[in-house]
């Protein structure tokens, strides 16, 4: 019995990890989907660089019905954007059409906050069981001039499953893609450092506020089952004992599926990605819980404030066009379609037929 019991417990725990991407993924847009006279249109400041205008634009072939046009970003043009992608973040995140994501969401993160610290519990467990270490910061440094680190990073399994959400991950990715953009003068690279720096600042941003705003104690502070909240706490406190009060919502996972969201976007076409990407964040996602770091409620409003940065980031500096197969033509449309059913009437015979209708 005590075997069952453990096995349906380690079923809940992934189930309801689990559900926050399920929610994310089957309710929110793709970023084509952002109508261009939401608060994400590009400034006049800086549309005459826009691709609409052809001026340093390369276009991408992604398959049979869709282009991909990509500028050559001006330098430093991320600081200006990022600080237009911030104010434009309320308008994207509390958008109509977002309601039912939020609403999973807000359901998501209730489901797990009643069982916050069984699974945390449980995973902890298990890393007991699998010999994965739950000290939070098990790193060394590798890199220093003087007696100045300059870079630390894991030594065991548990710390290098952590590390996966490091800053230093998310600059090591970024810096990839601006060496390969500057070395083939690869405008998709250069433009995809350009939104992940965007989304870099933006999601710091906004988690920051986040957690100063709503105090909660990580597991590994908790002073009650499933942390107290200290909403608003003094921020003279909150800097000098942080795990007391910056549990919620978890940064790492909102900088992770920024950076996925941003880099599956602009390659559609490399169909690994995502599933790697998903991957990683789930190691992630349990070592959190194991390390105590998070949450599993944590979690759910970190990935939809990700994914909400990520499409406004990619909103910038691209364009994609859709290509009318029957007629060879082309056509930009920066908002999905919807389906509908209507009736038809053909050699005699009354049918109904699904159309998509585009806009």
């Known amino acids: 019995m005590a075997a069952d019991g453990a096995r349906r417990h380690r079923l809940l725990m992934l189930a309801l990890l689990a559900l926050p991407w399920l929610v994310v993924q089957a309710l929110s847009q793709p970023v084509d989907s952002l109508p261009a006279d939401t608060a994400i249109a590009l400034p006049s400041a800086i549309s005459s660089s826009h691709p609409d205008q052809g001026q340093n634009a390369r276009t991408y072939h992604v398959n049979d019905s869709t282009d991909l046009v990509f500028y050559r970003p001006r330098a430093f043009e991320y600081w200006p954007r990022a600080v237009q992608n911030l104010a434009a973040f309320p308008g994207a995140f509390f958008r109509r059409e977002h309601l039912p994501m939020l609403g999973a969401v807000a359901v998501s993160t209730g489901v797990l906050w009643a069982a916050d610290q069984q699974l945390c519990d449980g995973a902890q467990r298990l890393g007991n069981r699998w010999h994965i270490s739950g000290t939070i910061d098990k790193t060394t440094t590798f890199i220093k001039i003087g007696n100045l680190p300059i870079f630390r990073g894991p030594t065991d ?59 909660r104690e990580a597991p590994c502070r908790a002073t009650a089952p499933r942390g107290v909240w200290r909403p608003f706490p003094n921020q003279g406190k909150f800097n000098k004992q942080m795990p007391k009060y910056d549990a919620y919502p978890s940064g790492h996972l909102a900088t992770a599926m920024m ?46 404030i990700g994914y909400t940065v990520g499409q406004i980031s990619l909103s910038r500096g691209r364009k994609v066009v859709r290509k009318n197969r029957e007629a060879g033509s082309r056509r930009d449309p920066d908002s999905i379609g919807w389906f509908q059913v209507a009736p038809v009437l053909q050699d005699g015979a009354l049918g109904l037929v699904l159309q998509r209708r585009l806009w």
């Open 157 to 215: 399994l548990g710390s290098a499953m952590y590390f996966i959400g490091d800053g230093w991950v998310h600059m090591f990715i970024t810096g990839g893609f601006y060496a390969y953009g500057l070395a083939a003068k690869d405008n998709r690279a250069l433009q995809t450092t350009s939104q992940l720096l965007q989304g870099l600042g933006v999601t710091g941003t906004v988690i920051q506020i986040l957690k100063r705003t709503t105090g």
């Open 259 to 304: 950076t996925l969201t941003v880099i599956s976007g602009n390659y559609p076409e490399k169909k690994y990605i995502k599933p790697l990407g998903y991957s990683l964040m789930a190691i992630l996602s349990y070592q959190m819980l194991n390390n105590g770091v998070h949450w599993a409620s944590d979690y759910p409003l970190g990935l939809a």
